[in-house]
């Protein structure tokens, strides 16, 4: 069956520092890939995707890139913000499967942010 | 409105009492999601409605759990008899097609004590 792995946190860095997130997927199919953010008393909201393999999400600073190869979507950016703690979550949706609409969620890295 | 609104943002009850849960979708939106996110979990499909019917209940727990949606709008989860394990946070999320991005609501706090 379908699922994601994401690295454990909390993850804890400076301002200004590079973050890399780690991302694994298993699938059945071709998936499409997304991350997305939830900060402190907000809902989930899309961060960005990627839908076919070697696509380039970007939002924000942020990126990933759809590795076929490696099964890996990891989350990078080049200088974090102390606005950016938040919780990451990586997910795949399997647009060859009846169930296309189901997102299938990894179990949420923790960023924080020192000034 | 402007979002996804779910009530009540926090709720706590006893063990054995049956709790309903409220979601108003953004309006327009045909398809809605509910999702759990239990401590240290990943968030955990629950129900998907394609306008009031429910084409994929495959994730509710168990029969305490039953959701339903009427004029294609407002959703409510209801947990009956509840447990301590169904303690989590109850996230409702709403699309305007199925395989249109999802916007989610803040969430509903369970705690069964």
């Known amino acids: 069956g379908n699922s994601v792995t994401q690295m454990e946190g909390p993850v804890t860095l400076s301002e200004e520092a590079f973050l890399t997130i780690n991302c694994t997927y298993t699938?059945?199919?071709?998936?499409?890939l997304f991350w997305y953010v939830q900060y402190p008393g907000e809902g989930l909201q899309l961060l960005l995707k990627?839908?076919?393999?070697?696509d380039k999400g970007s939002n924000k600073g942020f990126e990933a890139t759809y590795r076929k190869e490696t099964t890996s979507f990891h989350l990078e950016k080049g200088s974090v913000q102390v606005s950016d703690s938040a919780v990451y979550f990586c997910?795949?949706?399997?647009?060859?499967?009846?169930?296309?609409?189901?997102?299938?969620f990894g179990s949420g890295t923790r960023l924080l942010v020192r000034p | 409105g402007a979002g996804v609104s779910q009530s009540p943002s926090n709720k706590v009850t006893e063990k054995g009492k049956d709790v309903e849960l409220r979601c108003d979708p953004i309006?327009?939106?045909?398809?809605l999601y509910w999702y759990r996110q239990s401590l240290g979990q990943g968030l955990e499909f629950l129900i998907y409605?394609?306008?009031?019917?429910?084409?994929?209940k495959s994730g509710l727990p168990s029969d305490r759990f039953s959701a339903e949606r009427t004029g294609g709008s407002v959703s409510t989860l209801t947990i009956q008899r509840t447990q301590q394990e169904d303690s989590a946070v109850y996230l409702c999320?709403?699309?305007?097609?199925?395989?249109?991005?999802?916007?989610f609501g803040n969430g509903t706090r369970l705690t069964v004590t």
């Open positions: 990627a839908t076919k393999a070697d």
């Open positions: 699938a059945t199919g071709y998936p499409s």
């Open positions: 409605f394609q306008g009031n019917s429910a084409p994929d």
């Open positions: 997910a795949l949706s399997d647009p060859s499967e009846d169930s296309s609409y189901k997102l299938i």
């Open positions: 999320a709403s699309s305007f097609t199925y395989n249109s991005p999802l916007h």
């Open positions: 309006s327009g939106h045909t398809a």
